[in-house]
């Protein structure tokens, strides 16, 4: 077969890889420090203990119907996909929902290894999810790195990323601690009086060419 | 079952068609020099008898005074595979003449290469990196790499 050496791929496009070069690089460099967990407003709930009937039912809605955006990078998946099977039925935690776009989900499940070049993107379905909205950092990868920690492509922890709000451990961790996992977070919900002051971060930055969505 | 052709028997073929082009005949792989690969390689995939019209795949290996990039061929009209070597010397600027030519699957596995050992691959249609972004410093799978 000929290949048609003067045409250009489609995907050719020295520009867009030079942007998204400059983007994890710069992703990269603000991203020494973790992001601290969103635990605050749990102090603030001890406080101000007087919950109103309104919230104690918003409340119910928020942590009964956890939607999950799509964010599975590696192995930990499978066993969130065992986790939504019949045998450990993730639809009696009112979750059985499955979000292709982030604009409709609630919980960020972070399932597996996360690469320094997909790092934009999950800080970017992040930011498009709308508020409140939670993050499950699931298995020793998404704690920490795990076993990839000192390689030089890996994030060394979702916390890098995006504000964590449940670790679960485990490499990868079974369905039955999953399922606790969820359960902690709704947990969770159940204690805030309202919606959590989430730190706001940075969206990446435009593409002024014709590559632009 | 794809046996492995005997690499004697295509050395001394190889060796009566391009004299000096290769280097060695291993046990069961035939090292060419580089600037006689792609010749080598089209005369392998295109002369009857031999019809090596099916590339496996294209790896390197990084042997500290010289990389070695290593190309499995099978054919599928004598179910009979051969490998096919080449080294490239030089830590700053290794190249190896590109077979995207002659197998185009070649393209991408030629640019994973570029990308982690930093071999270059001339005439290569859309050389850069494949895995890691534009800007990242070294070659990972090199054996000096220290992050």
């Known amino acids: 077969m000929e290949i048609d050496r003067e045409g250009q791929y489609i995907y050719s496009d020295a520009e867009l890889d030079r942007y998204e070069g400059q983007v994890i690089e710069d992703l990269k460099a603000s991203s020494v420090e973790s992001i601290p967990d969103p635990d605050a407003w749990l102090e603030e709930a001890k406080r101000n203990i007087l919950l109103t009937s309104v919230d104690w039912v918003l409340d119910w809605a928020k942590r009964s119907s956890l939607w999950t955006a799509v964010c599975y990078p590696a192995c930990c998946g499978l066993e969130w996909m065992a986790t939504l099977a019949p045998r450990f039925d993730a639809a009696r935690f009112g979750m059985e929902i499955m979000r292709a776009s982030p604009r409709q989900a609630d919980l960020l499940l972070t399932a597996g290894t996360l690469t320094w070049k997909m790092a934009p993107v999950v800080r970017r379905i992040y930011n498009q999810m709308p508020e409140p ?81 | 079952m794809t046996v492995a052709i005997s690499s004697k028997e295509i050395a001394d073929q190889l060796s009566g068609k391009f004299p000096g082009a290769i280097e060695e005949a291993g046990k ?109 410093p070294g070659h990972p799978l090199r054996k000096d790499f220290n992050r």
């Open chain 1, 133 to 213: 909205k939670w993050v499950i950092a699931m298995g020793a990868c998404a704690i920490s790195g795990g076993i990839f920690r000192s390689s030089y492509n890996v994030v060394p922890g979702y916390n890098k990323i995006v504000p964590v709000d449940v670790y679960v451990p485990g490499c990868p961790p079974r369905p039955e601690a999953l399922i606790y996992g969820i359960q902690m977070l709704q947990k969770k919900i159940a204690k805030a009086h309202s919606v959590p002051d989430l730190p706001k971060l940075p969206g990446l930055p435009g593409l002024k060419q014709k590559g632009n969505r």
């Open chain 2, 28 to 136: 069961d792989s035939v090292l060419v020099k580089s600037d006689f690969l792609l010749k080598v390689a089209a005369y392998l995939k295109d002369t009857d008898g031999l019809k090596f019209a099916y590339l496996n795949y294209v790896t390197a290996v990084d042997f500290y005074s010289y990389f070695e990039v290593v190309y499995q061929l099978t054919s599928l009209e004598s179910n009979r595979s051969v490998i096919l070597k080449t080294r490239c010397y030089g830590r700053d600027n290794p190249s190896v003449p590109s077979v995207t030519g002659l197998w185009q699957g070649a393209d991408f596995q030629e640019r994973e290469i570029y990308d982690l050992m930093g071999i270059s691959f001339e005439g290569h249609p859309n050389l850069k990196r494949l895995f890691l972004w534009d800007g990242f």
